[in-house]
């Protein structure tokens, strides 16, 4: 098993940044995947980012050149730095670690963009 724990998230005004950080724990020899999601009120939740074992990434088309993913695999943590934030990036955001074979969620943090 293992546990993923995010945080980070808060309230900040438009423009602004955030950097979020989720600890893993256990198992985690067994993540491969590293990624980033969100959902935001009354919408569904989506992928925002994700670094593969390769070290290549992935980016949604609404957070490119704005957002960034890395690890430190020696912690294993990762981290989304969030750059030039707009209010429509308003949701809970919520790590995720996975492998052909198993999945894991952090339990979500909320961040809120002001206009």
């Known amino acids: 098993q293992v546990q993923l724990v995010e945080s980070g998230g808060g309230l900040v005004q438009a423009g602004g940044s955030l950097r979020l950080s989720c600890a893993a724990s256990?198992?985690?020899?067994?993540?491969?995947?590293m990624a980033w999601h969100r959902q935001a009120p009354g919408k569904q939740r989506e992928s925002v980012a994700r670094?593969?074992?390769?070290?290549?990434?992935l980016y949604v088309d609404s957070v490119k050149g704005r957002f960034t993913i890395s690890r430190d695999n020696a912690e294993s943590t990762w981290y989304l730095q969030m750059s030039s934030l707009k209010p429509e990036d308003t949701a809970v955001y919520y790590c995720?670690?996975?492998?052909?074979?198993?999945?894991?969620w952090g339990q979500g943090t909320q961040v809120t963009v002001s206009s």
């Open positions: 995720r670690a996975y492998s052909l074979t198993n999945d894991y």
């Open positions: 256990g198992s985690t020899f067994s993540i491969k995947t």
């Open positions: 670094i593969n074992p390769d070290g290549s990434t």
